[in-house]
């Protein structure tokens, strides 16, 4: 029930007649309550990993992803079949392929790709597998083969002449090493070029018997000496 009553300064009118209402039945509607954020998870596995576009060094990976979360893919590199993996790099989320750089001729590599983000790592993608082209690495460099058969010949009062048969293809060079008693020590007499099979020996002292050998040697070292060989100038 309600009255209205008029006022100023001076006081108060008389009320007014009184009126009634009554409020509707319906409740209130409840606030509404805002939706809770989504709880943070690991990203969904990439899948459908190819391996194509093989050259000699290197290889080019594609796959499907299948998250919408990721901050990256991982991408791991096997040459044991998968027995093991390391890491070989990793791309932006978002991103489908992957060229690896950087391998062996003539190798088979395994792939796998792993997205990940801010929570954690998915499970790794199916394995695929390429091999790169050409030939297989070079075998590592070896010392060269000892020469053999040498022979003397062309005695003169100061010289003698040395030939020999060059069993390597790797040398650089060869050392020729005299001794005049009999081999119980050489020194260094002199050296011929890579390929060459002859030597003449000067400046040596008139009827006097000389002992050589050869030996063949490059950046890795030396080979084993040749036959021992004697001769005499006049």
Same mark, same amino acid.
């Given at each position: 029930? !309600?009255?209205?009553?008029?006022?100023?300064?001076?006081?108060s009118?008389?009320?007014?007649?009184?009126?009634?209402?009554?409020?509707?039945?319906?409740?209130?509607?409840?606030?509404?309550?805002?939706?809770s954020a989504?709880?943070?998870?690991?990203?969904?596995?990439?899948?459908?990993?190819?391996?194509?576009?093989?050259?000699?060094?290197?290889?080019?990976?594609?796959?499907? +992803?299948?998250?919408?979360?990721?901050?990256?893919?991982?991408?791991?590199?096997s040459?044991? $079949?998968?027995?093991?993996?390391?890491?070989?790099?990793?791309?932006?989320?978002?991103?489908?392929?992957?060229?690896?750089?950087?391998?062996?001729?003539? #190798?088979?590599y395994?792939?796998?790709?792993?997205? !990940? &983000?801010?929570?954690?790592?998915?499970?790794?993608?199916?394995?695929?597998?390429?091999?790169?082209?050409?030939?297989?690495?070079?075998?590592?460099?070896?010392?060269?083969?000892?020469?053999?058969?040498?022979?003397?010949?062309?005695?003169?009062?100061?010289?003698?002449?040395?030939?020999?048969? +060059? !069993?390597?293809? &790797?040398?650089?060079?060869?050392?020729? +090493?005299?001794?005049?008693?009999?081999?119980?020590?050489?020194? %260094?007499?002199?050296?011929?070029?890579?390929? $060459?099979?002859?030597?003449?020996?000067?400046?040596?002292?008139?009827?006097?018997?000389?002992?050589? %050998?050869?030996?063949? !040697?490059?950046?890795?070292?030396?080979?084993?000496?040749?036959?021992?060989?004697?001769? #005499?100038? %006049?």
């Amino acid at each position: 029930w !309600f009255r209205i009553t008029a006022f100023n300064g001076v006081g108060s009118s008389g009320a007014s007649n009184v009126a009634s209402g009554q409020t509707s039945s319906q409740a209130s509607a409840p606030v509404p309550t805002p939706p809770s954020a989504p709880v943070p998870t690991t990203p969904a596995a990439p899948g459908s990993v190819t391996v194509s576009s093989a050259t000699a060094s290197s290889l080019a990976l594609s796959w499907v +992803d299948f998250s919408n979360n990721e901050t990256g893919f991982y991408v791991d590199v096997s040459t044991n $079949g998968g027995v093991w993996y390391s890491r070989l790099g990793q791309v932006a989320g978002g991103v489908t392929g992957y060229t690896a750089t950087g391998l062996a001729p003539a #190798t088979t590599y395994s792939f796998r790709i792993t997205a !990940f &983000n801010g929570v954690g790592s998915s499970a790794p993608s199916n394995v695929a597998s390429g091999q790169t082209t050409g030939a297989a690495g070079a075998l590592p460099p070896t010392t060269p083969i000892a020469p053999a058969s040498v022979t003397v010949s062309g005695a003169t009062v100061s010289s003698l002449t040395l030939s020999w048969v +060059d !069993f390597s293809n &790797n040398e650089t060079g060869f050392y020729v +090493d005299v001794s005049t008693n009999g081999g119980v020590w050489y020194s %260094r007499l002199g050296q011929a070029a890579a390929g $060459g099979t002859g030597y003449t020996a000067t400046g040596l002292v008139p009827a006097t018997t000389y002992w050589f %050998r050869i030996t063949a !040697f490059n950046g890795v070292g030396s080979s084993a000496p040749s036959n021992v060989v004697s001769g #005499t100038t %006049r």
